[in-house]
């Protein structure tokens, strides 16, 4: 992780970078991503969180909020080559430190419970996560 920059973001990360980052994590083809689409999606979002090797984008971090009383987590993604290496819980704290007095939500695969267990959000059995797969 020393040579991981972890900055807030609002526009200015290449649409392309992002796609790569997706696919590197197996969340499709980078052709799956419109530029256009990716770049709106990161305009929109409250907080964006980039870790950066150099200028290669190598996770990224974003979550939607109130500012008041909510934040929610869309996506935390780490390239394979930096998992395990503190980068996620280097967007993560960056997050905490903008949105920490917000409850925080977030959704995940069973396996990053422990993740998220280490920075105090905590599995609650009660909710239920649920969605609708967009038309297309």
């Keep these: ?65 109130d500012g008041v009383y909510v934040t929610w987590v869309a996506e935390v993604v780490v390239h394979p080559a930096h998992q395990c290496r503190g980068v996620g819980t280097a967007l993560m704290r960056h997050l905490l430190a903008n949105a920490g007095h917000t409850s925080i939500y977030a959704e995940c695969l069973a396996g990053a419970l422990p993740f998220l267990d280490r920075l105090g959000i905590t599995e609650k059995p009660t909710l239920v996560a649920c969605s609708r797969r967009t038309a297309g």
Aim: net charge negative.
């Design 1 to 65: 992780m020393s040579d991981i920059v972890v900055r807030r973001v609002s526009d200015d990360l290449d649409p392309n970078e992002i796609a790569a980052l997706y696919e590197a994590v197996g969340w499709g083809r980078r052709e799956d991503y419109a530029p256009d689409d990716l770049t709106t999606a990161v305009r929109r979002t409250t907080f964006v969180f980039a870790a950066l090797d150099g200028e290669r984008l190598v996770g990224l971090l974003r979550a939607l909020s």
